[in-house]
């Protein structure tokens, strides 16, 4: 998943979607839009894509750390997020189940992709957004397992 698609998803995602993130960055919706649609008419700008994964993190929104992942995993790295208070127990099993799902996605799309002995650019970004979603699964197991943690010790 490129940095552009991650933003493109949160935006998405984000309570109200484009229609109540786009005054909160200054931009219309229609503008926000089009900036991340990757239009080379409108320039999506850092300081913009920074405030964007922002407000998505506060709003604790679906993919919210998505941007950074896809910034890390650019460099070949990866994000390790903070343990979030939950009132309800956290599932590891669901968890653990999640990551065991997202993990097969990323065989089979490298091995689809690698069939015919050439990976093309279409199979690696494939694989690429694979390894994205298995890689959020794994940070979703870390905080459910310290949050579980965190709960034993109280």
Known sequence: MTPQDALRQMAKAYPGGYESLAPRVGKTAEVLRKEL??????????????????LCIEANAPHCH??????????????????????????????ISSV????????????????????????LARIHKEAAEALAAVQQLIQAVEAKNKAGKK
Not at 37 to 54: H, P, R, Y
Not at 72 to 93: K, M, Q, T, W, Y
Not at 100 to 119: P, R, Y
Request: aromatic fraction near 4%.
């Open 37 to 54: 649609s990757g239009d080379v008419k409108f320039k999506l700008g850092l300081s913009t894509a920074t405030l964007i994964s922002e």
């Open 66 to 95: 998505d941007f950074v992942n896809a910034i890390a995993a650019d460099g070949g790295g990866f994000v390790r997020l903070p343990v979030i208070e939950s009132s309800d127990n956290a599932c590891v099993h669901r968890s």
């Open 100 to 123: 065991t799902q997202e993990l097969s996605h990323v065989v089979m799309a490298t091995m689809d992709g690698d069939a015919d002995g050439v990976i093309s650019d279409n199979d």
